[in-house]
């Protein structure tokens, strides 16, 4: 027997589950980097052995199973014999009484996600670490949303599964009390997510567009965890608002569009509606965050749709409450351009050669603005050095087609 969508399953499986599987696993034992390697040897059975046995009626079950007996062999041959091994033993058979049943794994990746977002965790590596254990993205993926060498963020990764071991961080909800900390670094690794899929980078599999869809899909669950948080809601609001827009980024030939010439026909007016829903309940919480701040400003964008676009100043004073509430590179640079739509291009520049330059002088976004923005002031070979500059710090081909073009017309 050689079934020939074992491939696609095991795929499948990986683009899907990879997260609930690896929180599973590492509930008990706290040792993520166990349990990825356990994981990642299942994965390579199912490989091996889904193409003559065929593909098993619960994919994620079996692949569970494999990596929880996986780890129990591990830790025989170590002759490590505690608590956790005896718990994990226990754990096997039950999931294997589940397999039987046709039960479901259960989804624990928001309890993953607050396990990384612990206080004894690195700040920096949170977000990241979030991106690798639940999504199974590798540091040199990520990096680039970071703004850090893969080979620091690597370095990052593996000090912070060491912390979660060795000071056995429970994989548990955090306390009321402990929300509002914890919740922050949840919603940052969850747009994070969003944006590593959003970038649709060149070369990539299905899986960064994959992770659009999961991201969503975790911030819808947990609105529905935390109903009473307003912030959440502005998460939700932000990815729907751009996940609308996103068949209209590329025309008929693939050629990028920007936002301000997408044709308003191609935005699904379904997310849109939801979008809007969740912006409006957050709003009426009486509790301002910087997501839903930013869903406000995405929210502004989209008027465009129904002929009434928000004007520019208004867009500028969004902006200032953004960076007031967060501060951040990608903000100073949106609101320098908004500015420029407000004020003219010169006050635009003013702006943004007031960011440090140590601090853009890797950010794409930057030096399209500043490009652009010279050549309506009539810089035309500061501008095509600044569209060169663009270029070079892109990943993505339509774009780099795109704003080569625009340095053509100069």
Not at 98 to 107: H, M, R
Not at 197 to 218: C, F, M, Q
Not at 286 to 293: E, F, M, P, T, V
Request: aromatic share 6%; hydrophobic share 45%; proline share 6%.
């Amino acid at each position: 027997m050689n079934d020939p969508a074992a491939p696609q399953a095991a795929e499948k499986a990986a683009r899907e589950s990879y997260g609930r599987l690896l929180a599973i696993l590492s509930a008990r034992t706290h040792d993520i980097a166990a349990s990825e390697d356990a994981l990642a040897d299942a994965f390579a059975r199912a490989l091996e052995r889904w193409p003559s046995d065929g593909v098993p009626a619960q994919p994620d079950a079996w692949l569970l199973s494999v990596a929880r007996h996986r780890k129990l062999d591990a830790w025989r041959h170590s002759r490590v014999q505690d608590q956790a091994t005896q718990t994990l033993l226990l754990l096997a058979g039950e999931m294997d009484e589940a397999s039987a049943e046709g039960t479901a794994v259960p989804d624990e990746r928001l309890r993953l996600l607050f396990v990384c977002a612990h206080p004894a965790i690195d700040a920096a590596a949170r977000a990241p670490l979030m991106l690798q254990t639940v999504l199974g993205l590798d540091a040199a993926r990520m990096a680039g949303a970071f703004l850090t060498a893969p080979s620091t963020l690597g370095q990052r990764l593996v000090r912070a599964k060491a912390r979660i071991r060795a000071a056995g961080i429970p994989f548990e909800y955090p306390q009321a009390r402990d929300l509002p900390q914890r919740l922050q670094d949840v919603l940052d690794g969850i747009y994070a997510a969003y944006g590593t899929g959003w970038d649709d980078v060149d070369g990539a599999d299905a899986l960064p567009r994959g992770l659009t869809s999961e991201a969503i899909d975790l911030g819808r669950i947990l609105c529905r965890l935390m109903p009473n948080e307003a912030e959440p809601l502005g998460l939700l609001a932000l990815m729907l608002f751009c996940e609308s827009r996103a068949a209209a980024r590329r025309s008929e030939t693939g050629a990028y569009v920007p936002l301000d010439q997408q044709d308003t026909l191609r935005w699904d007016p379904d997310l849109l509606a939801e979008a809007e829903r969740c912006l409006r309940l957050a709003s009426e919480m009486k509790s301002l965050g910087a997501y839903q701040l930013e869903a406000a400003i995405q929210s502004a964008h989209c008027e465009r749709r129904v002929g009434a676009p928000v004007a520019p100043e208004v867009l500028v004073s969004l902006y200032e409450g953004l960076l007031a509430l967060r501060p951040s590179i990608g903000a100073q640079v949106s609101r320098a351009c908004a500015l420029a739509n407000a004020r003219g291009p010169e006050i635009g520049l003013r702006a943004l050669e007031a960011i440090p330059s140590d601090e853009v002088a890797s950010y794409q976004p930057y030096w399209a603005a500043r490009a652009h923005l010279l050549a309506a002031g009539g810089a035309r070979a500061a501008a095509r050095q600044a569209y060169d500059r663009a270029i070079g710090l892109s990943a993505n081909a339509a774009v780099r087609s795109y704003l080569g073009a625009m340095a053509d017309r100069l």
